[in-house]
């Protein structure tokens, strides 16, 4: 039996570890620097290496690296040993300040979008205090930003710190004039993460899941999720093995790995954390990602964090739930006082207002090119933001802005700052999935994110935008001679002019897409179209003013994640196209040679008539073989465009989808419809049920 309290965060240098093996000042100083963002100096420095060494190299450590999380959306490390050469020919473990402080990579090859130029190809890392160190398979990780030489990110943490000293700064505006002093405003996050497990043998015979991460082909088979019998059903043995191992491994990384369940689609799982404050989160869900690929091997198997590895059933996404903090408490929890729940109807008000003017930037915050297949496909929400906030919530607001009495008990006229909020149920019993924008009580759950995303990207738009409309309302209630009105005032407008973007009906009909463009909501279906919005000027304009992005790095974000856009689909149709010359093809002769020849043997036998369906059949495989080979060639003539023939990577990005996707697109047609007809011997890749039935 494991005890988990004992082996929770035994991996970590966390604030305990540090409490025992620092200097009572050090402690302190160092404490400072997480807790407010102050400067560290280099002694302090050098006394928190020798002790982080000292510790790391108990559990095992020979090597540091600094952990970082470049555009690539992995994460990235080099490691470096301890070793440090004596005299006499032996060596001593060493760490110093300066090491752990800031490391010089030599990372010229991360996408930097023309930030960085190869022959100054300078980037630094930069520690990171306020996220824990830790030693894994024998080498201590300090989570670091990655920038260039001249200070410009590189990578997801440093907007993500950015934007949280941005939300940090206007929440506080806000909380002051309710009479609030606190310390320290903070985003909170609890990201589920969703993910495939197959068997590693059938993986390996499949190509595109090498190359791509999913399936370019596959016949729908019999039995796909229709009986909605995996949800929440039975974990097989050797799936709840590697969860329990995964467990284990979540807990010694301080990762709060809570919630562990089978999803809706045959081999799809599902893992929910505690929440956690936001920089923190983003690192453990990348570890968390990680992990779920490293133990899933060691079981055999494979872990596929892809959107959308098999058509016509669920793909992966992640459920961003968010919420702000300040100092502990809960912003977005409606309190008992009369005060207390006018607080919470600014932050509220905040949040819709944010929500509506940059629709845009939440969007293109959940765009890739694995996550085109699910938004909009009735089984994530569609690509139109919108927000849900449940009946009741969405009464309440009602009789604010149309000033009669509420529905609870004793239906009173509801004022803002003098009267309590009737209740409204925090469960999640009413709660809409097909939103993607969902107040589900106390935080907001986005749910738009693809499985594969790292959750910075989107929780940099979120603490941004918010900060943005916080940072309005203070600017009015700080000049406010009679704050009360004011404030009412701005909650009833706020609330009057932003309630298109509330919906609390089914996300995925067809009515809704009518309803959304009669409201002037936007609805950006592909990556292409939803990228662009990063250089928007009032984009540019909202991420300067709160110092999150500046316009160079703006433009360089666009630029790498549009590109990174067009060579996914690049790879994907290039894997499309060798596996039809190398499986498909070869194929599909086996079988015609194989009906051929039985034909031309039963002919010598039997009357023409009798061999008719033989023939028909053998005409059919024919007219799909045709069929396949025209649209090959289609296929091999779009994708020979290369990049250097366009003029921007908008027109590329444009390009790839509707000359080489949609060729993919239709060139699986007929493909899926041979694999139908063609015996498994003969056709050689494993078909969608043995993979998805592939784990016992
Ligand atoms: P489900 O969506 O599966 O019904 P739950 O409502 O149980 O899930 O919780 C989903 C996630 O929301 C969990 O990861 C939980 O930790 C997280 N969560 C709960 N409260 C907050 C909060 N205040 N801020 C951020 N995340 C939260
Ligand atoms: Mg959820």
Not at 401 to 415: A, D, H, I, S, W
Request: charged share 25%; glycine share 6%; with cysteine.
């Amino acid at each position: 039996m494991i005890d988990v309290p004992s082996i929770f965060g035994s991996m970590v240098f966390n604030d305990s570890v540090m409490k025992t093996k620092l200097p009572k000042d050090i402690y302190k100083a160092l404490k400072r620097t997480i807790s407010l963002g102050k400067h560290l100096n280099l002694d302090v420095a050098n006394v928190v290496a020798a002790a982080m060494k000292e510790w790391a190299v108990e559990k095992g450590a020979t090597h540091f690296t600094h952990w970082f999380q470049p555009m690539t959306g992995v994460t990235a490390e080099k490691h470096d040993s301890f070793i440090s050469p004596e005299e006499n020919g032996t060596v001593i473990m060493e760490f110093s300040g300066k090491e752990l402080v800031r490391g010089e990579p030599d990372a010229s090859s991360f996408p930097s979008g023309g930030l960085r130029a190869t022959f100054e190809a300078r980037g630094y890392t930069a520690w990171d205090p306020t996220s824990y160190a830790f030693v894994k398979d024998g080498t201590l990780y300090i989570p670091t930003a990655f920038c260039s030489y001249t200070g410009e990110a590189l990578d997801k943490k440093t907007p993500l710190l950015r934007s949280m000293q941005a939300i940090d700064t206007q929440a506080k505006r806000i909380l002051k004039l309710f009479g609030k002093d606190v310390v320290h405003v903070d985003t909170t996050v609890g990201a589920e993460q969703e993910y495939f497990l197959i068997d590693k043998k059938k993986y390996l015979e499949r190509p595109d899941l090498i190359y791509c991460g999913r399936t370019l082909f596959g016949a729908t088979p019999p039995k796909g999720q229709e009986l909605d019998d995996h949800y929440f059903g039975v974990i097989k043995p050797r799936v709840a093995a590697f969860m329990k191992d995964l467990d284990e491994q979540l807990w010694k990384f301080g990762i709060l790995a809570k919630t562990k369940h089978n999803e809706v689609a045959p081999a799809q799982h599902e893992l929910a954390p505690v929440f956690t404050s936001i920089n923190i989160a983003t690192d453990h869900n990348q570890l968390t990602m990680e992990l779920m690929k490293s133990v899933a091997e060691k079981h055999g198997m494979v872990c596929l964090l892809h959107e959308k590895p098999f058509a016509g059933i669920n793909g992966s996404g992640k459920h961003n739930n968010w919420s702000i903090s300040a100092d502990g408490v809960n912003l977005l929890d409606p309190g008992d006082t009369p005060a207390d729940n006018a607080q919470f109807l600014v932050f509220l008000a905040a949040v819709i207002k944010a929500v509506d003017e940059y629709q845009d930037l939440i969007r293109l915050s959940a765009a890739s090119a694995g996550n085109d297949h699910r938004l909009g496909a009735s089984e994530a929400p569609p690509a139109i933001v919108s927000m849900f906030l449940g009946e009741e919530l969405t009464e309440i607001l009602d009789c604010l802005v149309n000033g009669r009495p509420c529905q609870g008990k004793e239906k009173v006229l509801m004022e803002i700052g003098a009267t309590v909020l009737p209740h409204f149920p925090k469960d999640n019993t009413d709660r809409n999935r097909t939103s993607p924008f969902a107040f589900t009580g106390n935080k907001f759950e986005f749910r738009m994110l693809g499985s594969a995303f790292s959750v910075a990207g989107p929780n940099i738009v979120l603490n941004t935008i918010v900060a943005e409309e916080l940072s309005g309302f203070a600017s009015i209630l700080e000049e406010s001679t009679d704050f009360n009105k004011d404030l009412k005032h701005i909650i009833i407008s706020t609330i009057k002019n932003h309630k298109r973007i509330i919906f609390n009906g089914d996300g995925y009909s067809k009515e809704w897409e009518k309803e959304a463009e009669k409201r002037g909501l936007l609805n950006m279906k592909t990556t292409p179209e939803a990228l662009p919005a990063y250089i928007a000027e009032k984009n540019v304009k909202l991420f300067k003013k709160h110092s999150v992005f500046t316009e160079n790095e703006l433009r360089s974000r666009y630029e790498i994640l549009m590109e990174n856009y067009c060579k996914i689909i690049r790879i994907e149709a290039k894997t499309m196209i060798e596996m039809v010359h190398k499986y498909v093809i070869p194929a599909g002769i086996r079988f015609q040679k194989f009906l051929a020849e039985t034909l031309s043997l039963m002919n010598g036998f039997v009357a023409p008539e009798t061999t008719e369906k033989e023939g028909n059949l053998l005409r059919s495989v024919c007219t799909l073989m045709d069929e396949i080979m025209e649209k090959l060639s289609l296929l091999e003539e779009k994708s020979e465009e290369s990049s250097v023939d366009f003029q921007s990577v908008y027109d590329e990005g444009l390009f790839v989808r509707d000359e080489i996707f949609m060729n993919m697109e239709k060139l699986r047609v007929p493909v899926d419809k041979l694999e139908k007809l063609v015996p498994p011997d003969l056709w050689r890749l494993p078909d969608y049920g043995e993979i998805l039935y592939s784990v016992d």
